[in-house]
Structure formats: C-alpha cells, structure tokens
C-alpha cells in the first residue's frame, strides 16, 4: 500500500506546478567505493519525499497538462543475475502499489516513453531537481546529465528548478513525518543515556561514540542522522570536532552532537556533560548561562516569528549571564563566545531545507546555543529539537537529562 502522506504530498505539488510541464526527480545512483563495491546507496530526499521508495536508479515525473496531472515512475528493469545476488527486484505491480502511481516503466523506455509525451501535447516547461549541492557537476551525478540531456533536446521548452517548491514544502511536516522524528529523538535518548552510563575518567571519545552506535542499532535505527561529535575538554571548543580518539579526564567536560535516523528522518542532539560526576562552579555557571539562553529560545519560539533571530535571543541571554559572572567584558563578546546559528530545520536533512523566514506549525527547528571559551578549556552546546505548534512550541527531546541538577543526579544514581 502506498504511504497516504507520500500521495498527498504530490497532490500538493502538481497543484503548484505550472500547466503544460513535466517535472523530474531523481532517486540517485549508488556511489563507487572500491572495484565491486558500492558505498550504502543515499536516495535523494526530495525524491523520497514524493514516493517513499529508496530504491537507486528511479526517476519521478509529474505530467500537467491542460489542467489534467499523470504520474510516472521509472525504474530498473528486473534482471535474473541481479536477483540471484541482491535478491527480488519490484515490478511494475510492486511499484504502482508502492508508490501510488498509475503509470510504471522500465528505465531502457525512459527516452521513448518521453518523446511519446512530448509528441503528443504542447508543453512550455521542462523542471527539473537537481543534485543541490553540484548543479552543475554531471560527471558525479548522471542525474545531472539526464537534465542537461532533455534540456538540449528541447530547446524550446523553458527549463527550470523544482527544487525550491519542493524543499520550502518539506518545512511543513505532516503526521507521519513527525512521528518518525519523535522516534528518532527517542533512540537518540537511549543512545544518550548508553553514553552518561559509561563516561568516566580514562574512557576514550571513540569507546563512547561506539556505544552511542550501538544503542542505535539495538533500537531499531540503522544509520546515524550525521557523524558524532564526542568531544572532551579543550575539544569541546572545536564546534565540529570529528576525531573522537581523545581520553576523557576528572574535571573535563564532554560534549557530546549526535543523533539518530530513523524512517530517513533526523534528530539532532547535544549535551555537555562533567566528566567526573559533578560540574566545577566555573562549569556550572557557564552551563547555567547557555541553559538560560536555550530556555529563552525556546520560549520565543512561535508561528510567525523570524527563525533567524532565535541567535540574537541566545547571544543576549547567555551574555547577560555571564557578564553578572564576570566571564565576559562586553556583549560584543559574544560574537565570538557563540559564533555559530542556534537554530534550523531538522528533518529528512539533518539540516534541512527550505527558506528560513517566519515559523509555521508543523515546522522543527533546532535550539542549539553555546558558549565556547578557550580561556577556561571548555565549550558547552545545549541542542534540543522542538516541534513548532499553534501557539508556541513543543520539546521532543524532553525525556534527555538537561539540568545540572538531572544531569548530576543520574550521575551519581550510576556511580553510588
Ligand atoms: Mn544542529
């Protein structure tokens, strides 16, 4: 049975489409990594999105015409060797089925099936979604090619990007979009807890990170939403440290940026924890700032309020507290005690797409204010995902200790 959501999301986009076009999303290609093998294939999200399937090699085509929508899917035609190796191949039943369409072909009638359509009707525009961080590089995605093909082909239909409708409907979530997150968020807990059960003096970054990956797994997530940042005292000033081969020491604090995917949809997470139990008074007042600064987000978070300025938000509040603490000089200080965004979208793209204006329900934005101060040997980052509702917002991650006192208090439940 096709995924209902996945349905009406089309729906919703042909009604946005011009009339006359054709529009194209790609699935992708697995990517080569040695002489016979394939890194795991990544479906494109947008591509996902509107189908649901993750399988490499399919293309989507939206047909509008004279006010009338079709769908197309593309996909590999089943081979016997390739199913001796990797196992069943959909067919056309399967995908019409799967995908909600009516309309199902193999790739090798891609262009005929094309130039049918284009014979038949007067069409004005070609969309495309293409590969958005290389546009313009076909030689690593063929998909790109593809486009540049029927471009050239076509000269004189008027070609354009899809993208942008598309991603700016992904800011929106719907239902089951949502509760893929709240899993997420939840198997990134028990990830969380796996980590506070076994942080200690002597551990490394890396054993905690390992452990982090495991409770993934046993809890049903295949993949990490992106690589982990486990970061130990001084490193937890680098704001995207990637080494994680550090010794953790009494005293230090750990950073830790990591979250879960589930279903193809993210959670991202930080928490700074002291390594040895308890926060030192300098730790704890830092700490308590950036906490403020994250309660102070969170409360400002609203429909119709510019995501853009949860920063401003944070810099004021966090400075606020640490002027009184004596830890900063001047507010200008805070440009560089927090130099990075506090918020963004979270979904099928840890940080996800479309354009960041006003807040709408339905939206998930992250909270995610620091203070990093290399002159005390320590960074705290505070990040939660909140979903955006009629009136103001909703925490996802609740359930992950937060206070110095929760914090604390499990601490030393583990430690007695
Ligand atoms: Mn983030």
């Known amino acids: 049975m096709a995924n209902p959501s996945v ?4 729906q919703r986009l042909l009604s946005q489409l011009p009339d006359q076009s054709l529009t194209f999303f790609f699935a992708g290609n697995p990517k080569q990594k040695t002489a016979d093998q394939d890194y795991p294939f990544c479906v ?16 989507l085509l939206l047909v509008k015409q004279d006010g009338n929508a079709s769908e197309w899917l593309f996909f590999e035609r089943p081979d016997p060797h390739e199913e001796l190796y990797y196992g069943k191949m959909p067919d056309k039943a399967d995908i019409m089925e799967a995908v909600g369409v009516r309309q199902a072909e193999y790739l090798d009638r891609f262009d005929w099936q ?32 593809m486009c540049r093909r029927l471009q050239n082909a076509n000269p004189a239909l008027r070609a354009g990007s899809v993208s942008r409708l598309v991603n700016n409907m992904r800011r929106i979530k719907d239902e ?30 890396m054993e905690l990170a390992a452990r982090f990956d495991f409770a993934l797994t046993m809890n049903g997530a295949r993949n990490k939403a992106f690589e982990s940042i486990v970061a130990g005292g001084a ?18 604090v750990l950073l830790v940026d990591l979250g879960a995917e589930y279903g193809y949809y993210a959670a991202d997470i930080s928490r700074t924890f002291p390594v040895s139990g308890r926060f030192s008074q300098v730790q704890k007042t830092v700490y308590n700032a950036v906490l403020y600064g ?23 509040a966090i400075g606020e507290k640490l002027l009184e603490a004596g830890i900063i000089r001047d507010m200008e200080d ?24 006003l807040l709408a329900p339905g939206m998930v934005v992250t909270m995610e204010p620091g203070a990093y101060l290399p002159e005390l040997g320590f960074g705290v980052r505070i990040e939660d995902d909140a979903l955006i509702t009629e009136n103001g917002a909703e925490l996802l991650s609740a359930r992950i200790p937060k206070t110095v006192e929760e914090i604390e208090a499990y601490l030393a439940r583990r430690n007695p």
């Not at 979009?177 to 970054?205: F, K, Q, S, W």
């Not at 490193?235 to 230090?252: E, F, I, K, P, W």
């Open 44 to 59: 494109d999200r947008n591509f996902y999105y509107l189908t649901g399937s993750d399988r490499p090699r399919q293309i």
């Open 294 to 316: 994250q309660q102070k987000v969170f409360a400002f978070l609203a429909p119709g309020k510019p995501v853009e300025e949860t920063l401003e938000v944070a810099r004021r």
């Open 114 to 145: 094309i130039g049918r359509l284009l014979s038949r009707g007067s069409f004005e525009h070609l969309l495309f979604d293409f590969h958005q961080r290389e546009p313009d590089s076909s030689t690593v995605h063929p998909e790109n090619a």
């Open 176 to 205: 089951q979009e949502i509760a893929c997150m709240r899993r997420a968020v939840d198997i990134t807990a028990c990830g969380i807890y796996a980590i506070l059960d076994h942080m200690r003096d002597g551990v490394n970054e």
């Open 235 to 252: 490193n937890s000033n680098v704001l995207h440290y990637a080494r994680n081969d550090q010794t953790l020491h009494d005293g230090d």
């Open 334 to 357: 805070m440009k560089r005690v927090l130099p990075h965004g506090v918020s963004h979208y979270v979904g099928l793209d840890c940080h996800d797409v479309g354009d960041r204006e």
């Open 7 to 10: 349905v009406s999301r089309r």
